[in-house]
């Protein structure tokens, strides 16, 4: 009888382990994804998230799931994809401020403590008010904050985001200080327009796409936006160069894994974003937005982030952020 029962272990094991075999031998994905987004929900970096995961998962054929991490102007978010499990189970959208946040001693991780694996969306930034805000130029704001320096607070992102720094790098080009828009920090976008529809600061730097449903239900307007051509989706809105300002900058997204993922789960990750940014579900949540789609592979991405890292610590020393 123990014989038997021997012989019926051994089966049942190694029945067991051939199954094991077959489950770690399962193509990439097997079971469903999770992208994590380092700013608030309804933002832009979870906006496109959203979009993006919604094409993702006919392209991979499992579901794909957004979580929001905030914290720490993009820290604990950028923290968590770094520190998942490398298996291709969790990646994340990461932003602009991981090629800011070391150069102003916040954290000490860099864009070297992930695997890029394909950017998709670039997004200038844009200068935005209420509806009954007293300028209806950029001219008359301009105008106003030189008359009442530091009267007037800003918001958009973390102190040191990108926002801020568009905010830093605009007053540079107009030769005021930094104090003469002071900033009020917040976790992204979206609790930043809440606060200005509430009268708790007076203009909000973001893109033009995080604030395009308030723009088109009229309850804000938007002075400029800080790129080298106006946004096709809203061709009246002026860009700083035309009035005279040279000044440019914007937020790029785009997904990051932990290091040492496995090459093929990059690879499938890699391909099926390729497909997911020309799919016509992708366009249409985004475009009518005002969303900027800008794809680029894994090795360009990668490129990108080294050159994106440098401009960035220049910028921040040039108008007194970096550390």
Do not use: C
Not at 23 to 43: H, K, M, N
Request: hydrophobic share 45%; net charge positive.
């Amino acid at each position: 009888m123990q014989e038997l029962f021997g012989v019926a272990r051994r089966a049942v094991i190694l029945a067991l382990s051939l199954l094991g075999g077959l489950a770690l031998g399962q193509a990439y994905p097997s079971r469903p994804i999770t992208i994590i987004v380092p700013w608030a929900a309804g933002g832009g970096t979870d906006l496109v998230a959203r979009a993006l995961a919604t094409v993702l998962q006919k392209e991979l054929g499992q579901p794909v799931q957004v979580v929001n991490r905030t914290g720490g102007g993009g820290v604990v978010g950028h923290l968590a994809i770094a520190q998942a499990r490398p298996d291709g189970y969790t990646v994340g959208m990461g932003t602009v401020e991981i090629t800011m946040l070391h150069w102003m001693g916040v954290t000490p991780l860099t864009y070297r403590d992930f695997t890029p694996i394909a950017l998709v969306n670039y997004d200038a930034a844009a200068i935005t008010v209420r509806k009954d805000a007293p300028w209806n130029s950029l001219e008359d704001f301009i105008a106003d904050v030189r008359r009442n320096p530091g009267r007037y607070k800003a918001s958009g992102t973390a102190r040191g985001g990108i926002w801020d720094l568009a905010r830093a790098g605009f007053l540079k080009a107009l030769g005021l200080p930094e104090s003469a828009i002071p900033w009020v920090p917040s976790q992204g976008a979206s609790p930043a327009l809440q606060e200005l529809l509430a009268g708790g600061v007076d203009v909000v730097f973001n893109s033009l796409a995080e604030v395009s449903a308030l723009l088109k239900a009229g309850q804000v307007k938007t002075l400029a936006v800080m790129a080298e051509n106006r946004n096709p989706e809203f061709p009246d809105i002026p860009t700083l160069k035309e009035r005279g300002i040279n000044w440019t900058i914007g937020a790029w997204r785009g997904i990051m894994g932990p290091k040492g993922m496995p090459p093929a789960a990059v690879n499938r990750l890699e391909a099926a974003i390729a497909k997911a940014v020309q799919d016509p579900e992708f366009i249409a949540l985004l475009k009518p937005g005002g969303f900027g789609i800008r794809y680029l592979s894994r090795q360009e991405f990668a490129h990108s982030l080294e050159q994106e890292d440098k401009k960035m610590g220049e910028l921040l020393k040039a108008v007194g952020l970096a550390k």
